[in-house]
């Protein structure tokens, strides 16, 4: 019985100044740093399925604040082959220019 | 039992575990643990840590308030941007499959741009991380972000996460990319 204690006492005692040791290493890990800030991709929106795009979806919603500019030139640049697209960047385009910014 | 034999068990005992602490002592300060983030914890200890930080977390987590409006585009707008500025390095984006941080942290930072198994209901989940992005995880790479970011600032990241596993990596390039003010 001494013996069987002895074996788990050991394993208690191995296992905790392992966890204290554990512990108290502080990670100091260097960020990756932002690299400098990029611009949204917006060209890439042409290329989207316009079938998976949801306007009531908060991600799509959240794309679209991002390329308002873009989306009222790609309207007037690339309607023709993109019904998608014609949607959202119409409620701009009557605003008429495109400005590229 | 006799109380003689009593009295023989408990010092028995007693010296027992005065060797034992000895041991112990002696393992630390011959430097016998194998500190390296290269050699895994066996068995005993990675359950033992895993169960300190999963128990922790629950417990500290469990009274948060979660804000209703999680899904709202500003947040993702807000929490992408900075999920890609603070965390994307650790924890990876959509399209990216590892980084030096992933080989080389351990514990290994979780790719939170892959859907894996929720813990517990949505509530829940969302509860713990903003309690972990808030206080990090001690010993781990996982810093706190409380000291420096507000709640509001954490909320943003915490619904940038519950979108992150949905994007493509084109849609992720679009929302987290911080567009310069002018362009507004």
């Excluded at chain 1, 554990?22 to 989207?48: I, R």
């Excluded at chain 2, 899904?71 to 707008?77: C, F, G, K, N, P």
Aim: hydrophobic fraction near 40%; include cysteine.
């Amino acid at each position: 019985m001494q013996v069987r204690l002895r074996k788990t006492g050991a394993i208690a005692l191995s296992t905790i100044p392992a966890l204290l040791v554990s512990l108290s290493v502080a990670a100091h890990e260097p960020e990756k740093h932002a690299e400098g800030a990029k611009a949204p991709d917006c060209a890439a929106m042409k290329d989207m399925d316009s079938a998976t795009m949801d306007k009531d979806d908060p991600v799509m919603q959240a794309m679209m604040e991002q390329c308002k500019g873009h989306m009222e030139s790609m309207a007037h640049s690339k309607s023709s082959a993109d019904s998608g697209q014609r949607d959202h960047g119409n409620e701009k385009a009557s605003e008429g220019s495109a400005h590229d910014h | 039992m006799s109380i003689r034999k009593l009295l023989a068990c408990v010092r028995c005992l007693a010296v027992a575990g005065l060797v034992l602490i000895l041991a112990g002592a002696a393992y630390v300060y011959l430097g016998l643990y194998p500190i390296g983030a290269d050699t895994p914890h066996n068995a005993a200890t990675y359950w033992l840590l895993e169960s300190v930080r999963e128990r922790s977390v629950a417990r500290a987590a469990s009274g948060i308030a979660v804000p209703g409006d999680l899904d709202a585009s500003a947040r993702l707008l807000a929490g992408g941007a900075d999920y890609n500025d603070m965390c994307a390095g650790c924890h990876l984006e959509p399209g990216v499959k590892e980084s030096d941080f992933t080989l080389g942290l351990y514990p290994a930072p979780p790719n939170l741009a892959e859907a894996h198994d929720v813990h517990g209901d949505p509530e829940t989940r969302d509860q713990r991380r903003f309690w972990i992005i808030k206080h990090g995880i001690k010993a781990s790479g996982m810093p706190a972000w409380g000291p420096g970011h507000d709640d509001e600032r954490i909320w943003n990241m915490v619904a940038f996460l519950k979108r992150l596993p949905d994007l493509t990596p084109q849609q992720y390039q679009i929302v987290t990319a911080r567009k310069d003010s002018a362009a507004h």
